[in-house]
């Protein structure tokens, strides 16, 4: 029934409703002392005080509650008509009525202002043809063009302020469309960020770590045994740890000051890859071919590094002691195909926790490409075919 509006919106309504009241009651009083009234000066002025009175309440409520100012504003004309009055000044405020049921009003007010348009056509133009005293005549076979040119001037009039609130109506609607689609836009591309954020904070710091704890392992048995094996180790651990260290500080700068993506790793950097990951221990061999063909896109360069740094972060988790891992890349002329497979360590179940790979899988979507993964006969196998057109 009520709508929400500013106090700036309601202070400005009742000076409005205020000033028009200044005006109509006056107004009001004057047409009502006409030769046609009967109602002597007092019933004069009392009966203009209750239609300006009428009319300048519906004004005040238009925004408000559009549904309750078009039922007052038809009590005002029902009451004007019962009196025998002509229209007048204060009937302008129907006009701001309409327009305001058009424009804010909710789906039963918005047809109703517009039927209150043409039934009030229909209603005046009967009214003022129907004999009262300041007709003068009524209606006849002689008057009755005249009365259809009312017909057709007060539809128009009545109508055209129901249609410029309803054109409104339209403009803010799709306005708020607008807005929403746009959050919803901004929404969704701080999503992707933060996805993003996290995918490349997890293999970083997920790859960095397993690193460290197979380095650390190494170092404690060590220690005892050959001071040389535990140092390179020891060096190992501080060298990955403060790679990773930085790696972490570029990825928060990115979520902290929104800046543009920092360097990327490319599959220039897949031999420090393998470096770290067979000093971990890890039997290691890489078998490229045939070679890339010229500079492949750096999209598909990171996807590349990223799905094998994470393939390889999972065999130092998952994969059996002494067990070797195989690595295969093909490029070829449309695409790149990388091929990770290792022993799985007894009882260990890589993929089924964590978002390793869903990381991948979604490096290799992001890249136009797909990535499968899955333990085939004892061994963790992971799969991907990137295609070097480009991102998807």
């Given at each position: ?107 039963v007010v918005y047809w109703a202002g517009f039927a209150s348009a043409l039934v009030g056509a229909l209603v005046i ?131 902290r000051h929104r800046q543009g993506d920092g360097p990327q790793p490319t599959i220039a950097d897949l031999e420090e ?18 070679a890339p063909p010229g500079e492949p896109p750096a999209a598909v360069q990171l996807a590349v590094y990223r799905i ?85």
């Amino acid at each position: 029934m009520f709508r929400r509006l500013k106090t700036s919106q309601i202070v400005t309504d009742v000076v409005i409703a205020v000033g028009f009241f200044v005006i109509a009651w006056p107004v009001e009083a004057l047409v009502a002392s006409g030769a046609w009234s009967s109602l002597g000066p007092v019933g004069d002025a009392v009966s203009g005080l209750l239609i300006a009175a009428l009319f300048t309440g519906a004004l005040a409520l238009r925004r408000l509650s559009p549904a309750l100012a078009l039922g007052i504003a038809w009590v005002g004309a029902l009451v004007q008509m019962g009196l025998g009055r002509p229209p007048s000044f204060a009937d302008l405020a129907i006009f701001g009525v309409l327009y305001t049921t058009a424009a804010y009003g909710s789906r039963v007010v918005y047809w109703a202002g517009f039927a209150s348009a043409l039934v009030g056509a229909l209603v005046i133009t009967v009214y003022l043809f129907a004999g009262p005293p300041f007709a003068g005549g009524g209606l006849s076979w002689q008057t009755l063009p005249l009365a259809l040119v009312v017909l057709v001037a007060g539809a128009f009039a009545l109508g055209l302020s129901w249609t410029i609130g309803a054109l409104v109506r339209t403009a803010v609607r799709a306005r708020e469309n607008r807005e929403a689609q746009q959050r919803a836009e901004a929404e969704t591309a701080a999503e992707q960020e933060r996805v993003r954020i996290a995918r490349d904070m997890h293999d970083v710091v997920a790859h960095s770590l397993a690193v460290v704890i197979a380095q650390a392992d190494g170092a404690r048995y060590a220690a005892s045994s050959d001071a040389a094996i535990a140092t390179e180790a020891l060096a190992t651990i501080s060298t990955t740890a403060r790679s990773a260290l930085a790696d972490v500080r570029l990825l928060l700068g990115q979520l902290r000051h929104r800046q543009g993506d920092g360097p990327q790793p490319t599959i220039a950097d897949l031999e420090e890859l393998y470096m770290q990951v067979r000093t971990a221990g890890v039997q290691l061999r890489v078998d490229v071919d045939p070679a890339p063909p010229g500079e492949p896109p750096a999209a598909v360069q990171l996807a590349v590094y990223r799905i094998l740094q994470e393939a390889l972060t999972n065999t130092l988790r998952h994969g059996a002691p002494g067990g070797s891992v195989d690595v295969r890349l093909s490029w070829l002329s449309d695409r790149v195909e990388l091929d990770v497979r290792n022993p799985v360590a007894p009882g260990s179940q890589p993929g089924r926790s964590g978002h390793g790979i869903i990381g991948m899988r979604e490096r290799a979507q992001l890249a136009g490409g797909r990535l499968d993964a899955a333990d085939e006969g004892g061994a963790f196998t992971v799969r991907a075919t990137i295609p070097l057109g480009g991102a998807g």
